[in-house]
């Protein structure tokens, strides 16, 4: 029998806020989280811009020295959700039904770097420091959340780019809902704000090269020019519904439904017909036993690159129509993008907006391109009552993942 899976925790750390309450403030009034970088030295770099976290502590400087930004990132949205949750391995939860999807689309990318610096060209190749290899492999994120709250269950990371953090939430979904675990903690985490990474992003003409952080992150407009780099992490503790119940849980929301694709196409292009986003929606839907009628909003992957939110129109129009009225924005015109974080951040915000009735806006969409005419919710936010609430992400490689979250009923 089939399992009912609920979301009893959430937890982010962000460009826009590292707390669940700073995040959705500024998520609500459309405020971005995009200026110069302060990571390193500009000089030669085409892109200045990007979507830093600000003012984080990781609180213990001597255990940090042995994470990679990611992973405190990771630890640290994850002991808010967990939190959040109420949940204690071996007190209300059998740690070996207690697991960890934890995603990542690169991993330590920006110690690895650091420490290619310090080999090859400070000219010392044998004083690699020890710690590299745990600080960088894409595990981590999973392996570090599970040894800090006992979750003796599945615990790994699906590596796939951009819909990482998707996946990951789907598979745990998956996972309780066919009876193997009672309890996951599920989501994604990434920073790759180091000068090599982000000059093969910018080489790749992938990401807006304006120095104007209020035209930077604009999907869906005419000016669009490419992406933003965002970092942080999202986390969503999932639990088996009556699990939940049984311990007296606040429920956040239900996770309803899930489909993943390929596009086999290319390595970086979506595909321009949108067939397997189109596919990864409609597996989702069917999965949650509903019609493309009942969806009330699509968070949708929005990177604010030109064959992005054009191709990601068109699979949204083969599954609702084209002349549907349905609310679509992207909340990367906020955050910038976070890669494999990105999905556990977006899940999180729909968990919010499914809580508080309200869609959020793609924020800065001026000039809307007059080529894509959905209702992108530009500039402003809306409140609206909000019971089925779907997530894209699409991934570098042609991975689609789509989630169905919905309101909690009994």
Known sequence: MEKRVVVTGIGVVSPVGNDIASMWESIKNGKHGIAQITRFDLEGHKVTLAAEVKDFDYGDRRAAKRLDIADQYALVAAREAVADSGIVSGENVNPDRFGVYGGTGIGGLATLESEVTKCVKKGTPGRASALLVPMMMPNAVAGNISMEFKAKGASFGIVSACAAGTHNI???????????NDVVIAGGAESVLAPVSFSGFSNMTAMNPTTDPDRASIPFDVERNGFILGEGAGWLVM?????????????????????ATSDAYHITSPDPEGEGAAKAIKMAIEDAGITPDDIDYINAHGTGTPYNDAFETIAIKKVFGDDTKVPVSSTKSMTGHLLGAAGGLEAVICVKAIQEGFIPPTAGLLKQDPELDLDYVPVEGREADLKYVLSNSLGFGGHNATLIMKKYED
């Open 170 to 180: 789907g598979e745990a979904y998956r996972n309780i809902k066919h009876g193997y």
């Open 239 to 259: 639990e088996e519904l009556e699990h939940a119940k049984a311990r007296g849980a606040n429920i956040l929301a239900e996770v309803v439904g899930y489909g």
